[in-house]
């Protein structure tokens, strides 16, 4: 990819190393080290201070993440109906901790402060799309659903 | 096409009028904010959608975003030719067709009818005003809604539609009529104060950086809403953005500054894309850019997307983030009204306040600080989430009794629940106790009840809540949201939750709960910003109010609320239980057994306290009882 043209988009704008990260994350799915190094000589930007942020905010990965990433809200709605179950379900259902990605590299698991969508707590992101009101065995019916979709294209 | 004359604003007035209330058959507005998203809207959109091709000239559909309700999402409101307006909630995809069939003779049947609105007038209102809500709701009828105004009632990507409800009126009015100075009186005499949570006066803030040295000012909307459980400032994105944008210009002119940005959270995609949205078709009719509409003034407004840091919604914090720098706040003084971003005088408010300065203009200082009580003028939209009947967002006078936002408003407890708390203000706030909700919510009741408004979130919290739970979820948080920079906040911090968490597994003393007080009072005292200095809020609050609960973890190894997986186990109650298997089918470690028919049972051994079969369970027979 062109990261001295995105750094040259970049170079001057406000918020100009988050935007600039993520725009290198959009790409690849994760902030490869190669790239990394050529963003910081091309944005004029300690390469310490570029992880620093990266590894600042949780919006950045250093590491791909799954096919299909699961983002479960943790925040206090969700804490109070039930938001940590579905957390637990999941974790015990795919065998990763939160921030891992599935031996087979189909799943990711998130756990994410609040989506703003506490009025249908418990809430979920899969691959983009909200999921609101959901329980042990909704996220278990959201699962089996998402597993059918990929059967269907592998 | 820039908007030059009142003339030409009048035409695309009446072109938004026209799209607003249908002239002919009927308008189906399907509600598509994040919550309606969630909750299903975008199928019942798409299924209107291609209804609505079969039946040209006869429906049209349009979107909206935040109507407020959001227990009932996904939400509807059909719109007749004839003015009527009729709320239905929640819409499934396959009712629709029967539903449309219905409206269009003009038949509301009562399944799912929420209420009606109150009819559109044949023309546009002369000013910005006020839209009723459901008057006879008791979801809506204690509701007064000025920065929610427009939301849920126009589609909020359509330009035309916020300026037939008056949108950039206020604008208009502050360029050809008002100087800064008298823009600038308004508003400090007005009372507003900031909605993101420190209350400051938003007046004093613009006189402070307008007559602080410097040729350049910045203007920032903070949109970075990070408290867990709140989100006024996403539906007030997602529904109303030229609300937000009208402030912030209406705030340039007085504050004598050039470019504004939003920085606004990476959590909501879909408030970003309508900013950007709204930014664009603002620029496009010379709302914004150079010489707007015409007068000469010059501003314009960026959007910065978050990366995901809670202390970045912290104003010294949020700078160094757009500078580049990891989000650590600095000691202020210097605050950034005098030097911000770049070094420069920098005027941060939040969403909702900025959403606010429209409505102070079109109706004058005098009329807002009518709202609200002594100190705390105008309205403030919660959010009512957690464990309570009716969820969703709602906008209030100052001053409105706590119970009457909980008990009226929200409905009160879940059936067969009790209310035992609210939670307001986030991490840094704290939790107001049943008995006290006869408070009215106010910066200065809530500061007297060791709690805070913060930016507006209100989690209810009932008798299946626990509150060392709750102060133990707070301290997670915070502590991990810790920008690490100051050491009583890194440390103390993590201390805490270590006592905390001993606490919760059963293993805590007496002693730690005196502990737990003499560490709060020490990190909020000796932190550098506002995270660390409020964290201990939620610890501090729930200690004082309900300390029996801490008493039980620490002497009784119990948890009534039965919350606290090291101090309770799960039963079937044989009584109750009609062994259809459901949990049987649903426990994931198999620690359900029985003959179908008959009387489950849960080997205590293999169960993990999932819950799972409680969710399950249709009879009520799953029982959480005290460990061992």
Redesign the interface.
């Known amino acids: 990819m062109d990261v001295e043209a995105l750094a040259r988009y970049w170079r001057n704008r406000p918020g100009k190393v988050t935007g600039a990260l993520q725009a290198l994350q959009k790409e690849a799915g994760y902030l490869e080290e190669n790239a990394m190094n050529r963003l910081a000589e091309a944005l004029e930007v300690p390469l310490t201070q570029l992880y620093g942020v990266a590894t600042f905010f949780s919006a950045f990965r250093l590491e791909p993440r799954g096919r299909r990433h699961i983002q479960v809200c943790q925040g206090t709605a969700c804490h109070v109906r039930g938001g940590a179950r579905i957390m637990e379900k999941l974790q015990r259902d795919l065998g990763v901790a939160p921030g891992e990605v599935t031996g087979d590299g189909r799943f990711s698991l998130e756990a994410v402060r609040c989506l703003g969508c506490c009025g249908l707590a418990p809430v979920a992101v899969v691959n983009d799309s909200l999921h609101g009101r959901l329980n042990q065995a909704r996220m278990g019916r959201l699962f089996r659903s998402i597993e059918d979709q990929d059967e269907g294209t592998i | 096409m820039k908007v030059r004359s009142k003339s030409e604003l009048d035409e695309l007035r009446k072109k938004g009028w026209e799209c607003l209330r249908p002239s002919g058959g009927i308008s189906l507005v399907v509600g598509m904010a ?2 309606g ?3 299903g809207a975008e199928a019942v959109y798409r299924k209107a959608v291609e209804i609505a091709g079969r039946r040209p000239g006869d429906c049209r559909i349009l979107k909206t975003g935040c109507l407020g309700f ?2 009932r ?1 996904p939400l509807v409101e059909v719109r007749t030719s004839a003015g009527e307006r009729m709320v239905y909630g929640p819409v499934a995809s396959s009712e629709l067709e029967g539903y449309i069939e219905e409206w269009s003779r003009g038949i509301f049947p009562d399944k799912g009818k929420i209420g009606p609105l109150p009819p559109l007038p044949p023309n546009p209102p002369p000013t910005a005003s006020l839209l009723s809500w459901l008057p006879d709701h008791p979801f809506y009828k204690h509701q007064v809604r000025l920065a929610s105004r427009n939301c849920g009632h126009i589609d909020p990507e359509d330009l035309a539609q916020a300026l037939a409800l008056g949108s950039y009126q206020g604008l208009a009015r502050c360029l050809s009529a008002h100087s800064p100075e008298e823009v600038l009186r308004e508003v400090k005499s007005s009372g507003l104060r900031g909605r993101g949570g420190a209350g400051y006066p938003t007046g004093s803030k613009w006189e402070t950086a307008r007559n602080a040295p410097g040729a350049n000012r910045y203007l920032i909307c903070n949109a970075d ?7 006024m400032d ?1 539906s007030l994105l997602e529904g109303d953005p030229h609300a937000i944008l009208e402030g912030m210009i209406i705030g340039a002119y007085a504050t004598g500054s050039r470019h504004g ?1 939003i ?1 606004v959270r ?4 879909l408030a970003i894309e309508r900013m950007r949205h709204a930014i664009e078709e603002a620029s496009s009719l010379g709302f914004l850019g150079e010489d707007i509409l015409g007068t000469g003034f010059a501003f314009d407004v ?1 959007i ?7 202390v ?1 919604g912290e104003e010294t914090a949020l700078i160094a ?7 650590e706040p600095r000691p202020r003084p210097p605050y950034p009204a005098i030097e911000g ?1 770049y070094g420069c005088p920098t005027i941060i408010n939040n969403v909702e306040t900025w959403a606010n300065i429209p409505m102070i203009i079109e109706n004058g200082a005098s009329w807002f600080a009518g709202l609200g009580t002594a100190g705390s003028k105008g309205t403030k939209v919660f ?1 009512l ?3 309570v009947a009716h ?3 709602v906008e209030v006078p100052m001053g409105t009794p706590l119970r009457a936002i909980v008990e009226e408003i929200g409905g009160g407890a879940r059936p067969g629940r009790k209310l035992k708390a609210v ?1 307001t203000g ?1 991490p840094s706030g704290g939790c107001i106790p049943a008995e006290r909700f006869d408070l009215p919510v106010d910066y200065e009741s809530l500061a007297a009840q060791g709690s805070i408004m913060g930016s507006g ?1 209100m ?3 009932d008798d299946e ?1 626990c509150m060392v739970d ?1 102060a133990r ?2 301290l997670d ?1 915070t502590r991990s ?1 810790s ?1 690490g920079k100051c050491t009583p906040c890194r440390e103390g911090l993590d201390r805490m939750l270590h006592i905390l968490e001993n606490i919760a597994d059963g293993k805590g003393t007496e002693q730690d709960l005196d502990r737990l007080i003499d560490m709060s009072l020490g990190i909020k005292d000796a932190s550098l910003c506002g995270l660390g200095k409020s964290a201990p809020n939620p610890i501090l609050t729930t200690l004082n109010d309900f300390r029996h609960e801490y008493l039980a973890h620490v002497l009784d190894r119990s948890c009534p609320a039965g919350v606290c997986k090291a101090l309770i186990t799960y039963g079937i109650d044989s009584g109750a239980c009609s062994g259809c298997e459901a949990c049987a089918k ?1 426990c ?1 470690t198999g620690a359900i057994s029985g003959e179908k028919d008959l009387p489950h049972r849960i080997e205590v051994e293999k169960c ?1 306290k ?3 079969c409680r ?2 369970c249709r009879f009520e027979a799953i029982r959480v009882g005290a460990a061992g």
């Open positions: 994040s919550c998203l969630a909750a959001c227990q999402e809403e990070g408290d867990p459980g709140a989100y996403r940005l920085y990476m959590e909501y995609p960026d910065v997307e978050g990366a995901g840091a809670f970045s983030a757009i500078e580049g720098r990891m989000a971003l959010s989430v957690g464990a969820t969703g967002l939670q986030g979130g989690v209810v919290l809540s709750i979820y707070f948080f949201e920008c649903f994931p993990v999932c819950g799972a969710e399950v």
